[in-house]
Structure formats: structure tokens, C-alpha cells
């Protein structure tokens, strides 16, 4: 079974622009979360969606958004990028937001956004 | 605020001794608590993980110890390799949200 894929791997960005990655989940996961990895900050939770909706989301500014679609393949947009938005952005998937193992989640490599 | 304080931020350990890495947490609500593992360029990846109803579980050479009352957890790797040089992340979980240490980046020197 393919496991979670993202793309693009790395992105090169200046400030000011937007940039949208995408993420494809495991095949028959329906949950999708998003999470911005830096150093010293360790994981951060975006949001997470199931069935298209956003159930929940952390503690980021608006320009940080999502969506996910009836295949449940996600993108999340960065709009306005700021030079602190450099990070590593992981995009983990689980079969459903239930009760564990069902909540497992199952990480991409991720993409090495660099804001310039 | 950090909802999973997680040490030592590194950790250098001589090839067969034992790793430790703890983490402690303050929310009762948290009822899942896995640790994952992380190589240069791959996303995490589930190492071993706990209920709060169990005090220690143990897969291969991977312990979690639970200490409820303390609101503690640890990771121990016995027998430590040089493959087991990566980044730990502890994380905690309710809700569905998971909540991620800062992670511990473990050398073992062969």
C-alpha cells in the first residue's frame, strides 16, 4: 500500500507570495491533518480535516488554510509568506478521527518550504 | 504554551547502553500516548505508543514506562544501535488533536 505523498518536496518562496501544497493520504484514510515542523518548536498542529470538513485547527494565522476534497486529498494555502513560515510541512493521514488505533496517523515526508 | 514538555533536546549514547527520553504533561484529558521516530528527510513514522491504563508496554528493545499520577512518560531503548540515531517526538492525544514534544535528537556512537 503507498503511504502519504506530498508535493512538491521543497519550495523556494519570497515574501509576500502564496504557495499551496498538496498532500495525498493513504488509500481509504479519510482523515488528514496538517503540521509545520521547525526546529526547536517540534511539531505544530495546523489543522485536521475528515469528509471535506475542517474539525479542527491550532493555533495559526488566517493566512494559514486548507481545504480537502471528496477524494480525500488535501491542500493547505500559505498566503502573504513571511520569512518565519520556513518549515518543514508535514501532512499525516489516519483511516477516521475515532479512537485509537483507528486515529493513527501515518506521516509524508513532508515539504521544505524556504521562505526568501 | 507546549502541552508535551519533552528532554533531553539531545542525547548521545555509546552503542549497546541504554536511551531515555522523557516527557511530561499537564492535561488529564489526554488518553493516547505514542512516540514516534524520525529520519533525516522522512516524515515521522509510529514507534511504539500507550494507554493510560497501562503502566509499561514493550516492543522489542522499545519500553514506554507511564507514570499517571506524575503525569510522566518515557521512552527507553535498550541495547541501543547506531541505526536508532534519529529524532524522538513523544506526543499526547485527545479529541483527536495530537500534541507533540520538541523533540530529542539520539546519536548512538558505534
Known amino acids: 500500500k503507498a503511504g502519504v505523498t506530498q508535493t512538491p518536496r521543497y519550495l523556494i518562496k519570497t515574501r509576500g507570495q502564496q504557495v499551496t501544497l498538496s498532500c495525498s493520504p493513504i488509500?481509504?484514510?479519510?482523515?488528514v491533518s496538517w503540521y509545520q515542523q521547525t526546529p526547536g518548536q517540534g511539531l505544530q498542529f495546523l489543522f485536521e480535516?475528515?469528509?471535506?470538513?475542517?474539525?479542527n485547527k491550532g493555533n495559526f494565522p488566517g493566512r494559514f488554510s486548507g481545504r480537502q476534497f471528496s477524494n480525500s486529498r488535501s491542500e493547505m494555502n500559505v498566503s502573504t509568506l513571511e520569512l518565519g513560515d520556513s518549515a518543514l510541512y508535514l501532512c499525516?493521514?489516519?483511516?477516521?478521527?475515532?479512537?485509537?488505533?483507528?486515529?493513527?496517523?501515518?506521516f509524508g515526508p513532508g515539504t521544505r518550504l524556504t521562505v526568501l | 504554551q507546549q502541552q508535551v514538555k519533552q528532554s533531553p533536546q539531545s542525547l548521545i549514547v555509546q552503542k549497546g547502553g541504554i536511551s531515555i527520553i522523557n516527557c511530561a504533561y499537564e492535561?488529564?484529558?489526554?488518553?493516547?500516548f505514542p512516540w514516534y521516530q524520525q529520519f533525516p528527510g522522512k516524515g515521522p513514522a509510529l514507534l511504539i505508543a500507550i494507554r493510560p491504563d497501562v503502566s509499561e508496554k514493550k516492543e522489542g528493545r522499545f519500553t514506554i514506562s507511564f507514570n499517571k499520577s506524575a503525569k510522566q512518560f518515557s521512552l527507553h531503548i535498550m541495547d541501543s544501535q547506531p541505526g536508532d540515531s534519529a529524532t524522538y517526538f513523544c506526543a499526547a492525544t485527545h479529541s483527536n488533536q495530537f500534541y507533540f514534544g520538541t523533540g530529542t535528537s539520539l546519536t548512538v556512537i558505534p
Open positions: 480535516y475528515f469528509s471535506e470538513t475542517q474539525r
Open positions: 488509500s481509504g484514510h479519510r482523515s
Open positions: 492535561n488529564t484529558a489526554f488518553d493516547y
Open positions: 499525516a493521514s489516519s483511516l477516521s478521527p475515532g479512537q485509537p488505533p483507528y486515529n493513527e496517523q501515518f
